[in-house]
């Protein structure tokens, strides 16, 4: 497997080209809901749906934005061996179609989970990009595994990951956080509750859209070229 290098260098020279890569694809992006609080002392794994390619993008963006932990990221170790520079940003691989090295990322992973200060490390329990509307969701196990290799308490948290053309040239991103929880390695949920949470989850995501809610703006992008025509058009009619 490859492990993760995080360097500080990588970070400075990656955290303003990302900022500037958001706002150059996305209108906009929003979080719903409260922020969870996760106890600051314990580590936080974060769980999210994976339906677009800018997934992983977003869950460093939501941690720079909002937790400024340490970060780790699963990758499928096909990418990441195409992209090692991710592997000095806290990016770590796993090979799905080999069992020794899924067990063994799963145990680098709770590994991780011990280091100090408490990072922020995140899995995506499908296992693979997937279609937004797919149910079930199919969480594979190994999430489970990462809780039984885990020695301590950690944070839990789900998140819901959506991004929508809403009118605009370019997507719209929204995130929607369930309810921390406090776990160890015996009171740690089984994949059928995760899975159904995250279901729950991504359904009052949809209907918060829907309604087109308010969240809290976390970025606002450039102007869409439909926004630049209707400003020329506009000031062209008051001449």
Not at 43 to 58: A, M, Q, R, Y
Not at 152 to 176: V, W
């Amino acid at each position: 497997m490859i492990q993760a290098r995080p360097a500080r260098w990588a970070k400075r020279l990656f955290d303003p080209y990302l900022n500037r890569l958001l706002k150059r694809h996305f209108h906009g992006i929003h979080l719903y809901g409260d922020l969870p609080e996760p106890h600051p002392a314990l580590p936080l794994l974060l769980i999210p749906n994976h339906s677009t390619w800018w997934d992983g993008f977003l869950a460093y963006f939501l941690n720079l934005r909002r937790f400024g932990r340490p970060f780790y990221l699963m990758m499928l170790e096909s990418e990441l061996s195409q992209y090692r520079f991710f592997s000095r940003l806290g990016a770590y691989s796993i090979d799905p179609g080999q069992p020794k090295s899924v067990v063994a990322s799963l145990q680098y992973t709770a590994k991780l989970l011990e280091r100090s200060p408490a990072p922020l490390v995140s899995i995506f329990p499908q296992g693979e990009l997937l279609p937004w509307g797919k149910r079930p969701l199919n969480f594979k196990r190994g999430i489970a595994r990462v809780g039984e290799y885990y020695p301590g308490k950690m944070n839990l948290l789900s998140l819901a990951i959506r991004c929508e053309h809403l009118g605009e040239q370019r997507p719209e991103a929204f995130f929607l956080f369930g309810e921390n929880r406090l776990c160890d390695a015996a009171n740690f949920p089984g994949i059928e509750e995760l899975e159904k949470n995250e279901e729950r989850l991504l359904e009052e995501l949809s209907r918060r859209i829907a309604n087109r809610e308010k969240g809290e703006p976390l970025l606002r992008g450039r102007l869409s070229l439909n926004r630049k025509v209707d400003l020329f058009f506009g000031k062209t009619a008051a001449r």
